[in-house]
């Protein structure tokens, strides 16, 4: 397995509209491998394969504290959204150290397939709910922060193009 590197916002690849899977085979199992150590080292929770600069409809998750209950969705299709909806605090690996309030509904259903390419769904609350919102907006192109105000948006663009420069200079100055 390889840790891969993540697309930061605003890099305009996030914007891409993912393409469904066309096989689960060897290639695709690789990538899931690849995908879970990229996340798990960058301490998330979720990655859609957008962030990875692969634009196909793949998304792995892992909500537990124990970082024991991997989650694939396979082309996932959001089936039913709760009425209910829930603000919860939100951040992205594309988005380092950006948290901010987004409502979703509460309780979602999707159907996808799973590692080995069986069909399956998934009944979900609570922060798996907010996780698979989040990442499934990814394989559309949307980043958490299009749910915020124009204002704070750009706010968030210009402090992270901010810590780009900086962490780049850094870089050039090391021996």
Known sequence: MAQLPILRYPDPRLRNVARPVQAVDARLRALIGDMFETMYQAKGIGLAATQVDVHERLIVIDVSDERDQRLVLINPELLWAGDELVKHDEGCLSLPEIYEGIERPAAVRVRALDEQGNSREIEADGLLAVCIQHE???????????????LKRNRIKTRLLKAEREDSRARERRP
């Open 136 to 150: 499934m907006d990814h394989l559309m192109g949307k980043v958490f922060v299009d749910y915020l105000s124009p």
